[in-house]
Nanobody
Framework: QVQLVESGGGSVQPGGSLRLSCTSS????????MGWYRQAPGKQRELIAHIASDGTTNYVDSVKGRFTVSRDNAKNTAYLQLNSLKPEDTAVYYCGLGGSGLGRYYWGPGTQVTVSS
């Protein structure tokens, strides 16, 4: 059974940093791309960062230069480093994993990030 669990969320002041983790189980983690998403109140969930199985990364423009996605295949874990946080980054952050052979896309339960002074 594939499971994803995010951790590392919290409340920070503008300009602060957080490091989110997404730990997986029940799946050959190294074979699959991982996505980080966020959903702000009243808005749709959006993909903000993506890391392929070969480590290639992509970011949405709003986080480019501030957020960094990485992965440690030995720990079955993906990370999202959030720097220079802004109030508009406030959202629930989710990780997701999917690919051919899995049959469906998997999500974690999410972790809340709140940026406020």
């Amino acid at each position: 059974q594939v499971q994803l669990v995010e951790s590392g969320g919290g409340s920070v002041q503008p300009g602060g940093s957080l490091r989110l983790s997404c730990t997986s189980s029940g799946v050959a983690f190294s074979l699959y791309a991982m996505g980080w998403y966020r959903q702000a109140p009243g808005k749709q969930r959006e993909l903000i960062a993506h890391i392929a199985s070969d480590g290639t990364t992509n970011y949405v423009d709003s986080v480019k230069g501030r957020f960094t996605v990485s992965r440690d295949n030995a720990k079955n874990t993906a990370y999202l480093q959030l720097n220079s946080l802004k109030p508009e980054d406030t959202a629930v952050y989710y990780c997701g994993l999917g690919g051919s052979g899995l049959g469906r896309y998997y999500w974690g339960p999410g972790t809340q990030v709140t940026v406020s002074s």
